[in-house]
């Protein structure tokens, strides 16, 4: 998808001011508001206000690259999580997500669930640290989504900061032996909480990663189901 950039000659003609705005020049370089009266570009306009009610369409592979930048710069950091998680990979837009979204406000809730999306390592990162100051939270759903080793690691050690948190739902994702293994070991830490945890469909724990749970219900973790 290709935004307009300009106008028909005629069109522009017909609203052409009669006066020059820089009759001398057209960069006054000392100034920095030296364009500030001058008119956005087609696509500028069209970029801005399909940020402004964005939800999810277009999708952005449909942008141009460079119309995909600067819609990623302006696009609003409040837009529902779920449809963010499903449609932005752009590492720079979720740092800034995380600085205006939970930085300077922590969130007020008792659960978070961000389900069958694409969400990787490096977002859920994000996500766990926009949650940290939320010591009330108790359900941490983040099934159906693509977290491998590295995310589940950090899972682990989010959990062990919140002594609160009592279900987990992780069912559905992509980590294997080496990521339960982190969680397993914060199950059975003194301040881990932890009473519900779902692995469904999470094939790839193999005999290896289930081993690592069965040890940790054996030593005592607080888990019932």
Known sequence: MKLQESINVNTYLTYKPPYNIEP????????????????KTLAVICIQKL???WRGYPKLEHFTAKDKDLFLQILDTQ????????NIKNDIFWKRCYKSRWTDSPLITNEKRITRSDMNCKR???????????????????SHCKISD?????????????????????????????GIESIAHALNHVTCSIRNLDLRLNTRLGSEGIAHIAVTIARGCN???
């Open 150 to 178: 590295e995310g589940a690691a950090s899972i682990a050690k989010f959990i062990l900061r919140h002594e609160n948190l009592r279900s987990l739902i992780l069912a559905d994702n992509v980590f294997g032996p080496s």
């Open 124 to 142: 859920v990162k994000y996500i766990l640290r926009g949650l940290s100051d939320s010591q009330n939270l108790e359900t941490l759903d983040f």
């Open 24 to 39: 001398d020049r057209k960069i006054v370089s000392e100034s920095f508001d030296w364009d500030s009266n001058h008119p």
């Open 79 to 86: 837009v529902p999580l779920q449809i963010l998680v499903d």
């Open 51 to 53: 940020s402004e009610n």
């Open 223 to 225: 888990l019932t189901s």
